[in-house]
């Protein structure tokens, strides 16, 4: 079985109830109520439907309830997978083109319009919903909340990583799943919230309403006076040949796979993009024991923090910067990878391909916001307020505060009469920052005395080090007079050790002289250590270059940050520079001796609900001079099941491939439903 | 100023098929269109279903001929529309409806449809799994059918381009310059054009681009909503008709498209008069209740999308063709009332026969739907 069964920071639960099922015709177990994609994921399946275009195989692509990809038959049905719970006796078959309707003729049992009534709808649960609807329901509001996943968090639920932000206004320090359990128990202690789980908005409507799937089984059409828009964000694709593959998809699918579900879903996964969702992919896959072989990245630099970057590097993740994703390629699911450097213009230069051999590629190039609500209300002239990834991209430390200030926004539009502190505002755009200036690193001089080490070096909102010091000594220099600013030390260390468990980028050590050639070192470690007391392992610089073999003299384990403390015996010379402990060797992330592949750009899917592939479009569009994204539709492009959500953000380049400017392009319409609904749920035929 | 034989105004369900009708027979002719694109009206809006089953002799006519042209669409031009000869089922469960319909289907074989009656077994044959609770049977027309309203505005542009036609999008137009009876030019957004003839296919502005020339076209809009499921396996072939009328609802109508989607639209009542085209929260309700209890086969099918569209509306129902009293280069081709896209390919050819050969052979459709008509009839399959 492929599930992860030991996790540094997850609790595995072992003794969840086993249920059996039959995948076309045979038998396998599972684990109950566990999305029916995810038993299948644990028992290696991960092709669910062939479709027709090409007798293409489809795997999973968002695990988000948002795409159709994981369409399976369950008991005679065609359901998503992914938000379907299996049940005992489940009999699931995969869907060979399109689906056939059972013949259910008995006459409709019950018609039935269910309505309620709020002041107001907030449209997701993730970190900025939850604290907008604390806010408000603070203020007595009467409130419905609705997430379209089991538990409320949105993506707090996946982030095992520490927070980066403020102690006092985002949670840092705490990891997001930690985080996710606080706002859970303070929005349930609210009586005037009433909330919604395994639901989603399916539209907002003119006449102030919004229809909402309830627990997938209901329809309810919810009334509101205000409504506050915090459904996140949607991952980007990317435009490659073998995009469409199984086993190329999301970072977030990934980490909802992993995280939340406790799927080994990969043995070795490539990622594409060095963004924080990248980067924090790769050590998701590492603590899940999955080898994260590399990340690609189009530009010189890492695009999330460095701090993040430099953490995944030192775990033995190779980072290629200037490259980019050239094929994902293998019979039916993906079985190897190739990238390769791009020139200035981006165009990959074919003579520095490499192939990895992976079963897993994870796109990591961005998010969208998940906005249209927010669209249509304004266009509606609602009172509206959108919140966290919805707003502007940013992290989710921004998008807890940034609710809060979207809360106290609602409730002024509403007629309280509230002030909101210019604080506040000034807080938010710091929290938003992009990672700022980098600086050289400066040498510590190795001491009888311990002394934190802060491979810090780059302006990021981030201070907990500071904050849980208990002598002081960790300061913010003053160069722009906000957390932004880099923390250096002065004073004396206590050697309490919090600093090093506290910091979400596993960038502090401590060191002090030992005896003779001899220095003491201590490192965070946020994996089950597979080496113990007098073993001898890899350590390396802040950068993640090879350093020593230091010896291991201590293991500890801070129960409050769920973070080991390792303490090692290294040369003195290295003391001061060494920052982290290898986890991954150099051979499991080797490309083949030489590049494999075969490169038709042609193929790249850009319209994967229909299989619509780059050149078609792109020769449609020359064709017919097209000037209206909505005229591809003709060639069914945005007509499937995501609604142009998936292939809309690459719509730009395939014009601009076409030699038309995408601001001359009107853009595609979006209409209701935002979530396919099946029509006995419309007419609420089962209770 | 640029100068043309023939200006359309509206690049729609009627526009557009006109502009390559009219360019074939060699005429200079401009469409010009306030949207983005061809169809992004109501074109876009439309369902797809194109019947010749109508209750006059007008429509009928034209709408055979549509029908005609458009399931030769792909032998002769190259062009999938999704044309699928799939019939039109009125299916009847009361002795009222019954009765009205065989009282229709006599005046309907006088004007040349084949359609007729059929009884309830038959009716499930063709939608297999039909509530047959106290079904009588229905009347049945099996060469109607049904494409796609986005492929066929773009095949008729394609088509209309390649023999010449101009497309200007995005002008709106302003102004007409009047004298002695006759446009001498259109004022656009963007320019100014000269036409030989000026051709009134607005669609749902029909009735304002009528009084910027002066001409009042009794062309109000209202709005029907509709939708479209995921694709399934083909379980149904022809479209279905229920015209019984509800509380808050008069007829509605769906059909399997090419692609396996079930697509649907209803008639509000009493109408949603006006121009807005924003969903509200009382459709999908609405229509359900009525689509699963005559066919609760569809249950299991999710819905994938709604919308709204317009129906160019007049007070008899009947569209209004023909040149004007007023302005003696006006062409109205306008108040398709929701019957626009099966309309227009027919129109089209027709027009372009009235236009550049004097053809006098289609003279009883423009006498019978003339502006100049007193509009006290109604048309009974609306």
Redesign the interface.
């Given at each position: 079985m492929e599930r992860v069964i030991k996790h540094p920071v997850l609790k595995t639960d072992l003794n969840k109830k086993q249920v059996n099922f039959l995948f076309n015709g045979e038998k396998f177990t599972g684990l109950e109520d566990e999305p029916v994609s995810s038993a299948l994921f644990a028992n290696n399946i991960k092709v669910f439907s062939i479709h027709e275009v090409g007798d293409a195989p489809q795997g999973i692509f968002c695990a988000n309830g948002q795409c159709?990809h994981c369409t399976l038959i369950i008991n005679g049905?065609?359901l998503k997978s992914c938000i379907t719970p299996l049940k005992e006796g489940m009999d699931v078959r995969t869907l060979v083109?399109?689906?056939?309707?059972?013949?259910?003729?008995?006459?409709?049992r019950n018609?039935e319009?269910k309505e309620m009534k709020c002041d107001i709808l907030v449209v997701g649960g993730g970190p900025s919903g939850l604290t907008s609807a604390i806010e408000l329901a603070k203020l007595g509001f009467e409130i419905i909340l609705v997430d379209d996943k089991e538990k409320l968090g949105g993506k707090l639920l996946l982030q095992t990583h520490k927070f980066f932000g403020s102690i006092e206004d985002c949670y840092a320090g705490t990891r997001g799943i930690d985080i996710a359990d606080i706002l859970d128990s303070e929005i349930r202690s609210f009586p005037n919230v009433r909330i919604f789980t395994n639901s989603s908005v399916a539209?907002v409507?003119?006449?102030k309403?919004?229809?909402l799937f309830i627990d997938y089984k209901n329809?309810v059409?919810a009334e509101f006076e205000g409504l506050i828009v915090s459904a996140g964000a949607r991952e980007k694709n990317l435009i490659f040949p073998g995009n469409d593959l199984p086993g190329v998809y999301g970072a977030g699918a990934f980490q909802t796979l992993v995280n939340r579900d406790l799927i080994k879903a990969s043995g070795r996964v490539f990622i594409v993009g060095s963004g924080n969702v990248g980067l924090i992919a790769a050590y998701h896959a590492l603590q899940a024991g999955i080898s994260a072989v590399g990340i690609a990245e189009i530009l010189k630099e890492v695009s999330g923090y460095k701090v993040h970057g430099d953490k995944i590097k030192r775990m033995g993740v190779p980072i290629y910067l200037n490259h980019t994703i050239l094929t994902a390629e293998g019979n039916g699911k993906v079985e190897r990878i190739t990238i390769a450097e791009v020139d200035e213009n981006f165009n990959p230069l074919l003579e520095t391909a490499k192939t990895f051999e992976v079963d897993t590629l994870l796109i990591a190039v961005g998010l969208s916001s998940i906005d249209e609500f927010f669209n249509t209300a304004v266009?509606?002239g609602f009172k509206v307020v959108k919140a966290g990834d919805a707003d502007e991209i940013a992290e989710a430390s921004s998008a807890m505060f940034g609710g809060r200030i979207a809360g106290l926004n609602m409730a002024k539009m509403l007629g309280k009469e509230i002030e909101i502190d210019e604080e506040f505002y000034k807080k938010a755009e710091i929290l938003k920052s992009r990672p700022g200036k980098v600086y050289a690193e400066p040498v510590t001089e190795l001491t009888d005395n311990y002394t934190p080490i802060l491979h810090c070096h780059q302006e990021i909102p981030c201070n907990p080090c500071i904050s849980v010091c208990p002598s002081g000594a960790i300061k913010l220099q003053d160069a722009l007079n906000s957390i932004m600013d880099l923390p250096y030390f002065d004073g004396d260390c206590t050697r309490c050790g919090q600093c090093i468990a506290v910091c979400p980028g596993l960038a502090i050590s401590v060191a002090k002289k030992l005896y003779g050639e001899f220095a003491e070192v201590i490192l965070p470690h946020e994996f089950i250590p597979n080496f113990s007391a007098n073993e001898f392992i890899t350590l390396t610089d802040t950068e993640g270059n090879y350093l020593e073999k230091g010896e291991v003299m201590k293991i500890n384990y801070s129960r409050k940050y769920k973070t080991y403390m390792i303490t090692l015996k290294v040369s003195i010379q290295n003391a001061t520079r060494i920052a982290g402990i290898r986890i991954q060797d150099e051979d499991r992330t080797k490309p083949l001796p030489e590049a494999v592949y075969n490169y038709v750009p042609d193929n790249a899917i850009v319209c994967r609900c229909e299989r619509i592939t780059v050149k078609q479009v792109v020769d449609f569009i020359k064709?017919?001079d097209?000037?209206?994204a909505?005229?591809l539709?003709?060639i069914?492009v945005g007509?499937g099941?995501c609604?142009s959500r998936t292939c809309s953000v690459m719509l730009p380049r395939v014009f601009s491939a076409a030699g038309i400017n995408w601001y001359e392009v009107?853009q595609n319409t979006k209409?209701?439903?935002s979530i396919?609904?099946?029509?006995?749920v419309?007419?609420n035929?089962n209770q | 100023m640029k100068t043309f034989d023939v200006i359309i105004i509206g690049a729609g369900s009627i526009g557009v098929p006109m502009s390559f009708y009219l360019a074939k027979k060699g005429l200079k002719v401009a469409v010009l269109e306030k949207?983005?694109?061809?169809g992004?009206g109501q074109n876009?809006a439309a369902i797809g279903g194109i019947r010749a089953t109508h209750s006059d002799p007008a429509k009928i006519k034209i709408c055979q001929i549509s029908i005609e042209l458009l399931k030769r669409m792909k032998e002769e031009f190259g062009k999938e529309i999704d044309w699928i000869t799939g019939g039109y089922l009125f299916p009847v469960y009361d002795e009222r409806t019954e009765k009205a319909l065989k009282k229709l289907l006599i005046k309907q074989k006088e004007f040349n449809l084949n359609i007729d009656w059929i009884d309830a077994e038959k009716v499930d044959k063709l939608v297999?799994?039909i509530?047959k609770?106290e079904l009588r049977g229905g009347t049945f027309s099996p060469e109607d059918g049904s494409a796609?309203p986005?492929?066929v505005a773009?095949a008729y542009?394609?088509l209309a381009r390649n023999e010449g036609a101009e497309f200007y999008?995005n002008e709106e137009v302003i102004s007409f310059e009047t004298e002695n009876s006759k446009i001498i030019s259109v004022t656009t957004s963007k320019d100014k054009y000269s036409g030989g003839i000026i051709i009134n296919a607005a669609g749902g502005d029909a009735r304002e681009i009528g009084l910027l020339t002066g001409v009042n076209i009794p062309v109000i809009p209202d709005s029907h909503e509709a939708g479209i499921?995921?694709?399934?396996?083909p379980?149904f072939k022809p479209m279905v008709v229920d015209i019984r009328p509800d509380t808050q609802s008069a007829n509605y109508y769906f059909y399997q498209n090419k692609?396996?989607q079930v697509v649907f639209c209803i008639t509000p009542k009493p109408p949603i008069v006006g121009k807005?085209t924003?969903?509200?929260?009382?459709f999908?309700?609405l229509v359900?209740?009525r689509?699963?209890?005559l066919y609760?086969?569809?249950?299991?099918?999710?819905?994938?999308?709604?919308?709204r569209g317009l129906y160019p509306m007049t007070p008899d129902g009947f569209p209004i063709v023909g040149f004007t009293k007023e302005i003696e280069n006006l062409f109205l081709a306008a108040g398709m009332c929701g019957q626009g896209f099966m309309l227009g390919p027919g129109l089209g050819l027709i027009t372009s026969e009235i236009i550049a050969d004097g053809n006098r052979r289609y003279d009883f459709i423009t006498e019978q739907l003339t502006l100049y008509r007193n509009f006290s009839g109604t048309e009974m399959l609306k």
């Open positions: 159709s049905v065609p083109h399109l689906p056939e309707l059972p013949k259910s003729d008995e006459g409709l018609f319009i539209a409507y003119k006449d309403k919004a229809g329809y059409i266009q509606f064709a017919n097209i000037r209206d909505n005229q539709k003709q069914r007509m099941a609604g009107a209409r209701p439903l396919e609904i099946p029509m006995c419309l007419a035929e | 949207l983005a694109s061809e992004r876009r297999p799994g509530n609770t796609s986005l492929k773009g542009l394609s999008f499921t995921e694709p399934v396996k379980f692609e396996g807005d924003d969903s509200t929260s009382e999908l309700p359900i209740k689509m699963l209890n609760p086969r569809l249950r299991n099918l999710r819905v994938r999308r709604t919308w």
